[in-house]
Nanobody, 127 residues
Framework: QLQPVESGGGLVQSGGSLRLSCTHS????????IGWFRQAPGKAREGVSC????????KYTDSVKGRFLISSDNAKYTVYLQMNSLKPEDTAVYYC????????????????????WGQGTQVTVSS
């Protein structure tokens, strides 16, 4: 299966936590960059975080720094996004994406650099 599969979304109160998972069955994470993106109603898609293995270089958009943590488990072909101190403005559909090739430089939060996209998982944060 080329497309990654997300899970872990849901409804949480402000200040709560969720952990999203993104599984890339059969694809060694060392060969790609993996990104998390989100899209809220009426807004453009936004890059949230990305990771490039095996050096595990990471990036975060400013609004989630210090609250979200991206990690990976190559043995499980899975990338995680731990989201803490959630705010209502984090409400969105979250998508996981994978590049076609491992980038030579750090991973990027530009969606056009990612080829394979999951179906998305809804995250709703109530105030």
């Amino acid at each position: 299966q080329l497309q990654p599969v997300e899970s872990g979304g849901g409804l949480v109160q402000s200040g709560g936590s969720l952990r999203l998972s993104c599984t890339h069955s059969g694809f060694s994470l060392d060969n790609y960059a993996i990104g998390w993106f989100r899209q809220a109603p009426g807004k453009a898609r936004e890059g949230v975080s990305c990771i490039r293995r095996p050096d595990t270089s990471t990036k975060y958009t400013d609004s989630v720094k210090g609250r979200f943590l991206i990690s990976s488990d190559n043995a499980k072909y899975t990338v995680y996004l731990q989201m803490n101190s959630l705010k209502p403005e984090d409400t969105a559909v979250y998508y996981c994406a994978r590049t076609r090739y491992r980038p030579r430089s750090d991973c990027a939060l530009r969606d056009y650099e990612y080829t394979y996209w999951g179906q998305g998982t809804q995250v709703t944060v109530s105030s």
